[in-house]
């Protein structure tokens, strides 16, 4: 069995965004070189996640807004954690949002759904964060 590693680094531009990295993921299968096995991808933060979902901007505003009303990032006082941080909200999204995808690998393409792409989930951005992918199989 053979296993690949790598680690993209993703900076947002905004305290929130969801960010398509299905083409960084398909290239590090590639680069892998495994026709067979599994993709891991996961957030290496927990205030960030990774999804898997259809790559369709109103459906991101709908996330974004449906998020806000679960876990609204202001007032920040209303957080026990928001001491020294301000994100509480931010791990709360990732929380619902999830932490990782696995991906099938066959014949050396991740086996998708019609629909299927895979975000980056970023909840509290503007700094660098890294995200994992971990190919195995043969
Ligand atoms: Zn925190």
Redesign the pocket.
């Known amino acids: 069995m053979k296993s690949y590693r790598k680690e993209l680094t993703i900076r947002a531009k905004t305290r929130r965004a969801y960010i398509n990295i299905t083409s960084d993921v398909e290239a590090a299968l590639a680069e892998s070189g495994i026709r067979e096995g599994l993709c891991l991808v996961n957030a290496m933060h927990?205030?960030a996640s990774v999804f898997i979902n259809d790559n369709e901007s109103g459906l991101h505003r709908d996330f974004e807004r449906w998020l806000e009303k679960l876990a609204p990032e202001k007032p920040h006082e209303q957080y026990d954690?928001?001491g020294y941080?301000d994100?509480?909200d931010?791990?709360l999204k990732r929380s619902v949002m999830g932490r990782e995808v696995v991906v099938a690998v066959t014949n050396g393409k991740l086996d998708f759904g019609t629909w299927e792409q895979i975000f980056y989930g970023e909840f509290?951005g503007m700094r660098d964060k890294r995200v994992l992918i971990k190919v195995i199989g043969e």
């Open positions: 927990i205030t954690h928001n941080e994100n509480a931010a791990h509290d």
